[in-house]
T-cell receptor
Framework: DGGITQSPKYLFRKEGQNVTLSCEQN?????MYWYRQDPGQGLRLIYY???????QKGDIAEGYSVSREKKESFPLTVTSAQKNPTAFYLC?????????????FGPGTRLLVL | GENVEQHPSTLSVQEGDSAVIKCTYS??????FPWYKQELGKRPQLIID?????GEKKDQRIAVTLNKTAKHFSLHITETQPEDSAVYFC???????????FGRGTSLIVHP
């Protein structure tokens, strides 16, 4: 299961607090993604990045921010503006346009609100 | 944009039975259709995929079929086993710089 890692596995957020979820990949993939998973709602795209120093909003970007300063890293910050952050967060990477355009997922971070 | 509908949301079968999960897509330009399996508390992982130039693909007990005219594709699992119990996601993509669109998932329960 190596290649893409996320930390921490569990994260607790207090009211009004910003928290950052880490995502690192050593697959040399250009594209990276953040998804939010809630029961019965599948995978909803928060942000994605096709190249370093560039990223785009997904379907549910409000209350979240990202950066892509290095190819290997795509951290997600859950800001205090996100009123319902409790969910399972999945990071993924892929090589668009390649022979295999599969998304490789990290193990996920479960965020809980105290 | 692309819209992917996945049915059923829950599927319960007896061990040894077959299971079929269906997805429809809206963008006729989509050409890559992967299926992911997510066991409880774990990451989704690719189990099989198909491109639009192929109608069917098999890998041991799993197979995927694609009907481009009707814009639907299906996952078939034969001789189901309890370890097949998981959530299965379909996805559709144009490839290249386009972002894949996922279905909402099907929870497959295989009873021993």
């Amino acid at each position: 299961d190596g290649g893409i890692t996320q930390s921490p596995k569990y994260l607790f957020r207090k009211e009004g607090q910003n928290v950052t979820l880490s995502c690192e990949q050593n697959l040399n993939h250009d594209a990276m993604y953040w998804y939010r998973q809630d029961p019965g709602q599948g995978l909803r795209l928060i942000y994605y990045s096709q190249i370093v120093n560039d990223f785009q909003k997904g379907d549910i970007a409000e209350g979240y921010s990202v950066s892509r300063e290095k190819k290997e890293s795509f951290p997600l910050t859950v800001t205090s503006a996100q009123k319902n952050p409790t969910a399972f967060y999945l990071c993924a990477s892929s090589m668009p346009g390649g022979a295999k355009e599969t998304q490789y997922f990290g193990p996920g971070t479960r965020l809980l609100v105290l | 944009g692309e819209n992917v509908e996945q049915h059923p949301s829950t599927l319960s079968v007896q061990e040894g039975d077959s299971a079929v999960i269906k997805c429809t897509y809206s963008d006729s330009a989509s050409n890559y259709f992967p299926w992911y399996k997510q066991e409880l508390g774990k990451r989704p992982q690719l189990i099989i995929d198909i491109r639009s130039n192929v109608g069917e693909k098999k890998d041991q007990r799993i197979a995927v079929t694609l009907n481009k005219t009707a814009k639907h594709f299906s996952l078939h699992i034969t001789e189901t086993q309890p370890e097949d119990s998981a959530v299965y996601f379909c996805a559709a993509s144009r490839g290249g710089s386009y972002i894949p669109t996922f279905g909402r998932g099907t929870s497959l329960i295989v009873h021993p």
